[in-house]
């Protein structure tokens, strides 16, 4: 008799336990999606008030990244241009944080949107690297110009593939950019060789999370399948959107590095400044001392090449 009634009693809680999930799921604490995109995650599993849990924390890399930059920024005295750049970046990261987690439409264009503001800001850096303004005001004025039609144009054209297009564009033309700057420096030069480095080192890691985005879209049920079989935590490790967050967080982080440390090449200070590392892989900017000065190049000796 006992072991019926004990029976009946877990029957009674597996069905609450079943009806209270099903609630939370028909009844979601930010209310039902309204964004047009719903990635791998599954939603609401692991925090009752986190849409997508892990592709929500996952922002705290840009958080941290985004504040040591300005921080070293600030410490070592370099332009504040390299502020705004991380600040747009910051931006981006809050926007994700909201839209993973509430998965609301408002919160995604809170996310896709300032990655083109972001991107300008970055374009801006690249294109202007001499002592005076190359472009004037056209090259700002074009740039927003880009960000709010952008902006007024995926307000009525509400197809994500859109924004994905245009921000891609930006991308490409700042990895040119970025790359014939590289390719103008004296092929002979030590620092060419660590600009080149740097670069590569943020394509690649940028790359690998572009390559997690992908498996993550195309490759969910296995992802979901292989998800169910380890079970959590080991199951995190593959939220590949995740790991898109990790990958292009550092990526960026270190393409500003980039475009902070060849600013000054290009400006003919590199004699006065060391690219330094922190927990092994994250690199900043910071003044050289004064014993190591005499060993380094000054690529340009103050001279800045007008083609650039």
């Known amino acids: ?8 009693y877990i029957s009674t809680h597996i069905n609450r336990m079943v009806k209270a999930i099903k609630f939370e799921n028909e009844h979601p604490f930010w209310g039902q999606r309204t964004a047009t995109l719903d990635w791998c995650e599954e939603n ?6 986190i849409a997508e849990f892990i592709n929500t924390t996952t922002n705290l890399i840009f958080f941290c990244l985004c504040f040591f930059g300005i921080y070293t920024t600030v410490k070592y005295g370099l332009e504040k241009r390299f ?4 600040a747009g970046i ?6 994700s944080w909201c839209f993973h987690m509430t998965l609301l439409y408002q919160f995604q264009l809170l996310d896709e949107l300032p990655m083109i503001y972001g991107t300008c800001i970055l374009m801006h850096n690249i294109f202007e690297t001499g002592p005076k303004r190359k472009y004037g005001l056209y090259l700002p004025l074009a740039l927003i110009t880009y960000a709010i039609s952008i902006t007024i144009m995926y307000l009525y054209v509400v197809i994500p593939i859109f924004h994905q297009i245009t921000y891609a564009m930006l991308v490409t033309v700042l990895n040119f950019r970025s790359y014939y700057i590289v390719d103008k420096l004296p092929k002979d030069s030590q620092l060419r060789t660590s600009m080149q480095s740097l670069l590569f080192k943020a394509w690649t890691i940028f790359g690998l999370g572009f390559l997690a985005w992908n498996v993550d879209n195309i490759a969910c049920d296995y992802l979901r399948s292989a998800r169910q079989k380890v079970g959590r935590p080991a199951g995190y490790l593959l939220e590949f959107h995740g790991w898109w967050h990790v990958f292009t967080a550092i990526g ?13 090449i290009l400006l003919g200070e590199a004699n006065n400044w060391d690219i330094k590392w ?7 900017v910071a003044r050289s001392l004064e014993n190591n000065v005499k060993h380094k190049l000054n690529t340009f000796n103050g001279y800045f090449p007008s083609h650039l």
């Open 83 to 86: 502020i705004l750049a991380y």
């Open 252 to 264: 960026t982080h270190y393409w500003i590095v980039f475009n902070q440390y060849v600013r000054l």
């Open 44 to 49: 609401y599993i692991v925090n009752e008030y």
């Open 1 to 8: 008799m006992n072991w019926m009634i004990k029976n009946q």
């Open 90 to 95: 910051l931006l981006v990261g809050i926007g």
């Open 278 to 284: 922190t927990i092994g892989f994250i690199p900043y």
